[in-house]
């Protein structure tokens, strides 16, 4: 199992990225998949999640309206598209299936 994520880096706040999660190894559709983070000396939070076949999704309010996560099966991959983003979006990103853990992607907002 592979999940690597990508898209990550320096942005201004008010800005935007877009992180990608490809994927390998299991059976992509079959899985609910989520975004966590982690800023530094905080615990790891969700982010968003997705069902296996895109038709619902969650979010904490600290990011709900602001990020969107997508899916495409056919592509075994997973998006995170954040908007507005602010300083305390800071921190490193990662991609999750319940049998796996990506390496994650350093995201800082910052000006």
């Known amino acids: 199992v592979q999940l690597v994520e990508s898209g990550g880096g320096l942005v201004q706040p008010g800005g935007s990225l877009r992180l990608s999660c490809a994927t390998s190894?299991?059976?992509?559709?079959?899985?609910?998949m989520s975004w966590y983070r982690q800023a530094p000396g905080k615990e790891r939070e969700l982010v968003a999640t997705?069902?296996?076949?895109?038709?619902?999704?969650i979010y904490p309010d600290s990011v709900k309206g602001r990020f969107t996560i997508s899916r495409d099966n056919a592509k075994k991959t997973v998006y995170l598209q954040m908007n507005s983003l602010k300083p305390e979006d800071t921190a490193v990103y990662y991609c999750k299936n319940s049998i796996s853990w990506g390496q994650g992607t350093q995201v800082t907002v910052s000006s």
């Open positions: 997705i069902t296996s076949t895109g038709g619902s999704t």
């Open positions: 190894g299991f059976t992509f559709s079959s899985y609910i």
